[in-house]
């Protein structure tokens, strides 16, 4: 074995935390692509693995050599810092060499997480990521940008959103290549975009109407509440609209450059590329 547990050669089991997320479908892809043995693992999987239930972990870990970890929903809510850590020592004990972690850029819930994983032992890298062009395209900001308007409790506060492909060029790069154990990469796209300009270059690559209107948090939770959302969802949209855009995540990193040797990818043409296979497209 290397002293970089990732220069391991051979038949190394990679276990995938969130196999079908946005990112751990794009790490496992690349993954398989280049041969590795890779092990998803989710509340769907056989066995599942459950971030709400940790009797599962040790199948989950079972003559695995390195992981890729993305936690649910959020490292910012309640007990992630302890789920991290649990699943850390438990990591240790089974011998997993490399541990590489999804973290939320400017989430000081997110860095005690951080601060676990590097305290228990096994090797790590850290990926510490801006928000994903794909909150537009596969996530929660899709619904409102297929029906036309997206309402958001955001105003002209810039974010640097990055490509989920460039977190998964990075992950891969980590769990593969020598030189990216004990590092934290932050990780930004090359731009600072507000919310209104992103549905902007929707609507025109798309070219549809799409509008973006800004509420109050206080009247959006209420529309959540009448919605029936889960208080605890609730909480952490809350927790993201007020404390990660307030401002403080207004700058961009050269954390993909450190770690791929490459600038990431702008957000105009990630949005032409989505806009091509249709996701966008309006109500039929
Ligand atoms: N979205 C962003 O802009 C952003 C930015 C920075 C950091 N992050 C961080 O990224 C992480 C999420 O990664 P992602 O966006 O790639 O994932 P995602 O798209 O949210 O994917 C969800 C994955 O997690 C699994 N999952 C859901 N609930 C689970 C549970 N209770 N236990 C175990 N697995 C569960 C799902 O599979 P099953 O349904 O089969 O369980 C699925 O594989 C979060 O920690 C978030 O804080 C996100």
Not at 59 to 79: C, E, F, I, N, R
């Amino acid at each position: 074995m290397s002293i970089n547990g990732s220069e391991m050669m051979g038949s190394e089991t990679i276990l995938i935390l969130g196999g079908s997320g946005k990112t751990g479908r794009r790490v496992a892809e690349r993954l398989m692509a280049k041969g590795k043995d890779v092990r998803l693992a989710s509340r769907s999987t056989v066995p599942a693995f459950d971030w709400t239930d940790s009797s599962g972990w040790a199948a989950a870990l079972d003559g695995v050599d390195a992981a890729y970890v993305s936690y649910q929903p959020d490292l910012a809510v309640p007990g992630a810092v302890e789920a991290i850590g649990t699943l850390c020592r438990l990591a240790a004990e089974k011998g997993v060499k490399h541990l590489v972690l999804l973290s939320g850029r400017g989430e000081d819930e997110a860095q005690a997480a951080e601060e676990a994983l590097k305290q228990c032992g096994v090797g790590y890298t850290i990926i510490s990521a801006s928000w994903f062009f794909q909150n537009f395209s596969e996530a929660f900001l899709l619904d409102g940008i297929q029906a036309g308007e997206l309402i958001l409790p955001v105003g002209e506060v810039k974010e640097p959103f990055i490509d989920a492909d460039d977190i998964a060029d990075v992950a891969v790069a980590a769990l593969t290549e020598p030189g990216h154990m004990g590092k934290t990469y932050e990780v930004t796209g090359p731009r600072l975009i507000t919310f209104g300009e992103a549905v902007a270059d929707i609507a025109r690559q798309t070219a549809r109407d799409i509008r973006f209107t800004t509420v109050d948090i206080g009247d959006y939770v209420a529309l959540l509440e009448e919605a029936q959302i889960p208080a605890d969802y609730i909480w952490l949209i809350r927790y993201l609209f007020t404390s990660v855009l307030d401002g403080r995540n207004e700058s961009m990193t050269n954390g993909v450059a450190q770690a791929l040797g490459r600038q990431p990818r702008d957000f105009t043409d990630f949005v032409r590329a989505a806009a091509a296979t249709g996701v966008w497209e309006g109500p039929k």
